[in-house]
Nanobody
Framework: QVQLVESGGGLVQAGGSLRLSCAAS????????MGWFRQAPGKEREFVGA???????GYADSVKGRFTISRDNAKSTVYLQMLSLKPEDTAVYYC????????????????????WGQGTQVTVSS
């Protein structure tokens, strides 16, 4: 049974920063690509960023240059460092995982992920 547990969310003022963590268990973390998605009230879930098992990363245009994804395979944890936060970043943030056949691949599409965490709330006040 794969489990993903996010942490690190909270309330922050605009311009501030947060680091989200997603701890994985129950699978070979090093072989999975990991994604971060978010969902704001009344909106569809959207892609934030992803990291392949080999460390390749990709980001949504809305967060590029402000957010950074990294992973620590020894700790089976993926991180989302968020800088220069804006009120429009307010959402529930989810991490997701899927085993990958190549070390360079990842996906920006939520339906291609097999496992999901419960989410962590990020609120950015203006």
């Amino acid at each position: 049974q794969v489990q993903l547990v996010e942490s690190g969310g909270g309330l922050v003022q605009a311009g501030g920063s947060l680091r989200l963590s997603c701890a994985a268990s129950g699978h070979t973390f090093s072989r999975a690509f990991m994604g971060w998605f978010r969902q704001a009230p009344g909106k569809e879930r959207e892609f934030v960023g992803a990291i392949s098992s080999g460390g390749n990363t990709g980001y949504a245009d809305s967060v590029k240059g402000r957010f950074t994804i990294s992973r620590d395979n020894a700790k089976s944890t993926v991180y989302l460092q968020m800088l220069s936060l804006k009120p429009e970043d307010t959402a529930v943030y989810y991490c997701a995982a899927r085993y990958a056949s190549t070390s360079s691949s990842y996906s920006t599409r939520d339906y291609q992920y097999d496992y999901w965490g419960q989410g962590t709330q990020v609120t950015v006040s203006s």
